[in-house]
């Protein structure tokens, strides 16, 4: 279990990216959702112990992060949103590397070692390939290779389908998936499917706080009822932005399809069974509101 307890963080020019968040994360996947600029990279910065907090506390298991950080790194797998590597080594050579600093000295399970990852990963047909000419998702799955040396109990992953192609999402969603099982996943994004598709629990953050948290289906499950839609004009979307409490908006065909909040179902709508995104949109919104 992750603890994280009143984490805020100020940086110097006194931005308050982080304020007060706790979060209680167990073992398996839970997933961290929230708008670009919402504090999510700060907040995995943080747990990852490149930067400490300005006030509150971190715990893993026994294990207090902020005092001892050099013991949570030998437990820890992290991809940021962008990493770097030597361009001109090839997959194996660099696995290789990052596994020897991992600590793993002896020659035969280091080779052992990097040989399951490149399977595992799919990339064993390009482990004598040069990093610099992998695809966006082959340059994500070496990410997550480089992250599980060592047996992580705690993987963290920033933002890591940004940018793929629909199959290297389904096949990298996968892997995150099918090594959740025993280690804690913290998967930071905002790409909402990412989170329905994987995550059984999860929160939003939005301007360095948690304005939600809970089971994706037990929050779906309390908007059900109250998120109806309609297709409109795209000239008159403001005069129903004006009218409604319109959540999201999107084109389609020409049209705009707009979804709203009401308690009862408002004449010319449609129902619609509410998802996810319904539950992430109307949190947005809630906010911009209240502002």
Known sequence: MLEISGVSHVYANGTRAL?????SIPRGMYGLLGPNGAGKSTLMRTIATLQTPTEGAIRFGDLDI????????????????????YPRVTAF????????????????ERKAVVETLLNQTNLW?????????????????????????GNPELIIVDEPTAGL?????????????????????????????????LCPRMAVLTGGKVQLEGAPLDLIAATNGRVWKKT???EDLEA??????????????GRTIIHILADSKPKGFDDVEAGLEDVYFTTLADLRRAA
Request: hydrophobic share 45%; charged share 20%; glycine share 6%.
């Open 125 to 149: 047909n390009h482990r004598r390939n040069f990093i610099a000419g992998f695809s966006g998702g082959m340059r994500q799955r070496f990410g997550i290779a480089q992250a599980l040396i």
């Open 240 to 253: 129903y932005q004006e009218q409604y409490q319109v959540i999201s908006t999107r084109l389609f065909a």
């Open 93 to 108: 050579d660099m696995l290789d590397h990052m596994a020897v600093l991992k600590g793993i000295s002896v020659k035969s």
């Open 19 to 23: 304020d007060n968040v706790s979060l």
């Open 66 to 85: 902020l005092a001892s950080p050099d013991q949570l790194r030998r437990k820890l797998g992290y991809l940021p949103q962008d990493f770097g590597v």
């Open 165 to 197: 192609d629909p199959e290297e999402r389904n096949r990298f969603l996968n892997l995150l998936a099918g090594i959740s099982d025993n280690v804690v996943i913290i998967l930071s994004t905002h790409i909402v499917d990412d989170v329905a598709d």
């Open 232 to 234: 409109i004009a795209r």
